[in-house]
Each structure stands twice: as C-alpha cells, then as structure tokens.
C-alpha cells in the first residue's frame, strides 16, 4: 500500500460504481469513488430508474382519477386535475433523498468522492480535476449515455431524450417516440396518459426488441388498446425544427416513399452506449471493443491486471440490478473473495401498466437451444384473466409462461405480463438460480388470492394440469 493512495478507485457512482465502492469499504479496503455529476447514484438515480418511475407512478394515479378507472370502483373523484408542477416536484424529492442517501452511505463507510471527471494518467494513477492518484486496483463504472441519432440534434425542448423527457413543462399535444425500447414504452406512457397523443416509431417490425415474442405481441395489443399509436418497420430519416414544432421525415424501413409527421415533442430513444470518451483508456493501455464497450473476463477483470470494469459500459443488458451485482462481485474479487454473477439469470422489467417482465430464455431462443442437443421444450400458460386477485383488481390484461426442458423439467425462462409483473419475477429468478423444475414451483404453496398464484398455475400448465382454466 505504500505507494497507492488507495487500495480500490472506482469511476462513476451509479448502481455498479457505488455498490462496488460500498462492498470494497465493508472489506476492509481503503476506498475512493470518482464522480463528475454533482449528486451521487449515476444515471438510476439522477435521470433514469427513480425519476422515470416516480413520473411512471403518478401518471397512473392521475390516469385512474381522471379516466374514471376509479368511479368504477365507487370513488367519486369529480374535478381531477394534474398540477404537473407538483409532480415534478415529488420526482425532484424522490431524486434529492435517495442521491443524498448514497452520500451518507459514503460517508458511514468511508469513502471518499474524488468530484470530477477522471482520466487515465498510466495503468494505475488517474487524474481527478487537479489531483492525480495511485490505486492498486481501479474499477471502471462509468456508464452510458443516450445513442445520437444522426442529423436529429436533441435540444432538449423539441427534440429531447429521455432525460428532456423527464423534465418536460407542459403536456405535449403530439409526442413523436423514435424507438419502440424500454424508454420509449415507458416515458411514452407516461405523457399519453397526462393527455398527450403519442406515436411511436420503430425502425424493427415489433416493439421490445430481445423480449419473448409472444409477450412482444401481446403487449403491442394492450399499448394499443390504451391508445398509443405505432409506425412500426419505419425509420426517422431527418427532423426539422421550427416555431416550437418538429416536421419528422420518415420512410418504410425496408425502403420506399417519404413522408412527414408533426410533432410538438419528439423523445429520441434508440439506445444506450457505453461511457468511454475522455477516460484516456489508451494511457492505461486499454482498448474498447467494435461496440465501443471495455472487455472483460468471467472475473470483471480487463486486460491490464489491476483495472477492473462494471455496468453499462462492459457487455451485457444495461440494468441498474445487473451493474449493483457485478459491483458487489468485482469488490469480492478484489478482495480475493470470489464474486460471481449469473449472467444467464438476470430479470428484466418495463414499468408500463401493465408491467412485462422476463428471466431467463425466451421461447425462441429455448427452442433453438435444445434443437442443437436434439432435446424439446415444454410451455406452460396462465392467463391473468383467470387470476383471482387480478380479476378482482378489475386487470385482465397479459399471462404468465413458464418454459421448461422437456427431459429434464429445469425451467429455463419465466415471462410475464402483469399489473405486477416486475414484483412477481423475482420468484421466478430465485426458482432458477436454485435450478428449479416446473414441478418444483407447482408445488409450491402460493398465497391466496396473490398475482403469484399464476406462476404457479403457468408451472402446473407445463404439466398439463392447471386447476383454474
Ligand atoms: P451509470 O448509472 O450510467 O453511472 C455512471 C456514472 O459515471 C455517471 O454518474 C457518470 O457521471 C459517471 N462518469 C462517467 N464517466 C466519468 C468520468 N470519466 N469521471 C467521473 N465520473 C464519470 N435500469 C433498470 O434496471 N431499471 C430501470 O427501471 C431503469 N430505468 C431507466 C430509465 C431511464 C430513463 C434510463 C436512461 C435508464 C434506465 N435504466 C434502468 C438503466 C440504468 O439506469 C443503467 O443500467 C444503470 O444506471 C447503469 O449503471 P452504471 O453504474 O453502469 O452506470
Ligand atoms: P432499447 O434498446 O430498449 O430500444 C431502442 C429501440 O429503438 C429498439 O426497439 C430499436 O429497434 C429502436 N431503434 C433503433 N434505431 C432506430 C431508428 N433509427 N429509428 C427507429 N427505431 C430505432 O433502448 P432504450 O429504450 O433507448 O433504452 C436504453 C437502455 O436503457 C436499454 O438497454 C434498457 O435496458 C435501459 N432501460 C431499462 C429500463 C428498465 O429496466 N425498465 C428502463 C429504461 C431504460
């Protein structure tokens, strides 16, 4: 240690950064985190999963006083009105205490925050602002950042990204989405239900790319019975602003005539791309990947022993969940613990109403798996209709499915769409990371009346024995 200031330096403080910090303190190693943004927590916190679902959640009140949702269930609500403002203002609140959480967090365990933005000075100093320090080890947590579109310059008032998005003064007449991904679906629900009208363009044939292709049907229907429009298979070739307003050209994917769409707010959300520029990778002897990614072994090891990297900006889905495991792994394994994170098991959410949630394969890919060893898969369904709790909720919408090996039962992928659909797939995640069978979760004792019971019906489905359909 005599020559390091430090014994672990992460960059970035959001979900894989900060956890990774906090973890390699609890073990004992003296701990620094460079951030450049004023407040801690990252993309998650700041502009991404607690903004979006505070915004996400009122909506959904405002939308079941407003669009008599409640009268049906005897609430007179008479004069609902949405003061946006104050929605804002609790969006700010829930961003403000839980950034501010994590600076208290530092401080209990010692960490020190290096403010500013970090660069690579050689393979184990890195300068922050005016200081430069040593560390034995230095985790590269530094995120992503929203994928430009080209010629479309965001503005962050007609043309915004999901941040803009966030921030928005007023509700937009039209919201044009580019990009039928988990933001569009998300934020774009969000200003349909405050009373926008929202279209959403899609360059591929089908919404949510990398879901279950079932659930990516079934989920274009319900989105559009709420009233949100989609121009699937196009692609947005320019957009001109002007008074306030955005003329967006678009053409057939596949090619063919132009033609034009107004818009008062267009959200660009095409993806994500990982956060290396001004990092001086190359003075600490690193490289990226043809995706712009840092590579990285099963250990969250770079090339160059002693750098490690997490999150957003190695491979992987890019989840806040994903990147707070790998931090609590690569502090282990700094530790010469041994920290591990099962890729294969990593849940995925959209907050939309109802939520689609998913672990593990999907059907397509199941399929193509087990044809390779010349095994089957089994599927097993459970229509949500047919659910106690959720019928009594007055939420019919979506179904569980359960895909299991045929041979050997393990289950290889859950799928769900559901009011609580996000909540129900940790069970799910929990049952495969113990290698469960579809017999296994069957008879499991699931509480009544809950949303679960469906996972359970969908497991019995699999053996062809469900009691309620
Ligand atoms: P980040 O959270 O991006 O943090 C990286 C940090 O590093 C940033 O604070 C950045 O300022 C800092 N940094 C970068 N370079 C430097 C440097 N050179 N020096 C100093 N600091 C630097 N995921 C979910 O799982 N659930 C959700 O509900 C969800 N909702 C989302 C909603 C939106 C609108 C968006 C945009 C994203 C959402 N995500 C969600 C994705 C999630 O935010 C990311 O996967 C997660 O934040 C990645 O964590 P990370 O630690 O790798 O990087
Ligand atoms: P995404 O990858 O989910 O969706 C982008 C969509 O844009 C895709 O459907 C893609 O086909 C489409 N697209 C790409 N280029 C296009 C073009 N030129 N014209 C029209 N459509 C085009 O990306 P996102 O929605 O921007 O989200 C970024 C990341 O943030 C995702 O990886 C996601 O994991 C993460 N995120 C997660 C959550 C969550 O977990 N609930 C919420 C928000 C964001």
New binding site residues.
Partial sequence: MADFDFDVLV???????YVAAIRAAQLGLKTAC????ATL????L????IP??ALLHASELFEEAAGGKLAKLGIKASGVELDLEAMHGQRLDAVKQLTGGIEYLFKKNKIEWLK????FTGKDSVK?GDRTVRAKNIVI????SVTPLPGIAVDQKVIVD?TGA?ELLKVPGHMVVVGGG??GL??GSVWKRLGAQVTVVEFLDQLLPGFDGEVRKEAAKIFKKQGLEFRLSTKVTGAKVEGGKATLTVEPAAGGAAETIEADVVLVCIG?RA?TD??ALDKAGLTTNPRGQIEIDHEFATSVPGIWA????VPGP??????EDEGIAVAENIADLTGIVNHDVIPS?V?TSPEIAGVGLTEEQAKERLSKSGGEIKVGKFPMLANSRAKTNHEPDGFVKVIADAKSDRVLGVWIIASVAGTMIAQAAQAMEFGATSEDIAYTCHAHPTHSEAIKEAAMAVQGKPIHI
């Avoid at 997490?310 to 900006?313: P, S």
Wanted: proline share 2%; hydrophobic share 40%.
């Fill in positions: 960059i970035g403080a959001g979900p894989g950064g460079a951030e450049s943004r927590g990252g993309t998650c700041n502009v991404g999963c979006s679902k500013g933005q970090a660069a922050v947590a530094t995120g992503s999901s966030l988990v933001i998300e934020l994500r956060n001004g990092l997490i999150g957003d900006v890019m989840l806040a969940h994903k990147a959410v907050y």
